[in-house]
């Protein structure tokens, strides 16, 4: 409890800033007509871990009615509160390695109801980076729901220094969200045809991704790291200067 009373301020601190960049940036939205179709509808939206930032006051402005699925520690319940703020309506809490089969049931029972979408970022919480995890599939196929890739960049980011690269867009930049075509996945499939959605879905999150970038020549975001791998990568490269 002591934790969550700590958080709150820090929360709200953070929102008043994300709002102010959002409203300083020329901000468009590509095929927001998805957006509209889904925003009283059940859907799995997807974005990278690095690419939440300016995500969520979008989700705010179309008035998506969404909840959030965030890790169980201190960062994730930090950003489950945060998402609140925007409009998320319940967190559900657990990842791959803690609590994922009671935060599938969850999801499943919500998005069952098709009056809500659940955000997600199918790499995070520590990686690697840019790659679907199985649990994103298991929302899609039991759920019966489409899966909604979304990604933003920016003119003016600050990338951090993080296994995800984390994209802090920064004032007066001008922001582009892609909002990608809703994909199905079929109730059963063979473990081969799983294994192959699950790449597809990789490969068009991946290119919707690139895309973005080279609209302003960024960065080349690295995929597969994971957070060890990453601190390893700057301990590395301290020891050879």
């Not at 980076?129 to 729901?145: E, N």
Request: proline fraction near 5%; include cysteine; charged fraction near 25%.
């Amino acid at each position: 409890m002591g934790l969550g009373i700590v958080q709150w301020p820090i929360v709200i601190i953070f929102s008043i800033l994300i709002w102010f960049v959002y409203f300083t940036c020329c901000t468009h939205v590509e095929n927001k007509q998805i957006l509209q179709k889904y925003r009283k509808k059940g859907a799995v939206v997807v974005l990278w871990h690095g690419r939440s930032m300016m995500l969520a006051p979008v989700m705010a402005m179309y008035r998506m009615r969404t909840c959030s699925l965030a890790s169980k520690n201190k960062d994730g319940r930090m950003m489950a509160k945060l998402l609140k703020l925007f409009g998320a309506t319940k967190s559900i809490y657990g990842t791959h390695y803690d609590g994922g089969v009671s935060a599938l049931r969850q999801g499943v029972r919500l998005l069952r109801k098709n009056n809500r979408s659940i955000v997600m970022c199918p790499d995070g919480p520590s990686g690697p980076s840019m790659r679907v995890k199985d649990g994103l599939l298991y929302y899609a196929k039991m759920s019966g729901v489409p899966i909604i890739p979304v990604c933003f960049t920016c003119s003016r980011p600050w990338i951090q220094k993080r296994w995800d690269r984390y994209m802090v867009a920064l004032p007066f930049s001008k922001i582009v969200v892609n909002v990608g075509k809703p994909i199905d996945v079929p109730a059963k499939m063979t473990d081969k045809e799983f294994a192959q959605t699950k790449k597809n879905i990789d490969d068009i999150m991946i290119k919707q991704l690139r895309r973005l970038d080279g609209m302003f020549d960024l960065f080349k975001v690295e995929e597969g790291l994971n957070s060890d791998e990453f601190k390893r990568m700057m301990r590395e490269k301290k020891l050879k200067k």
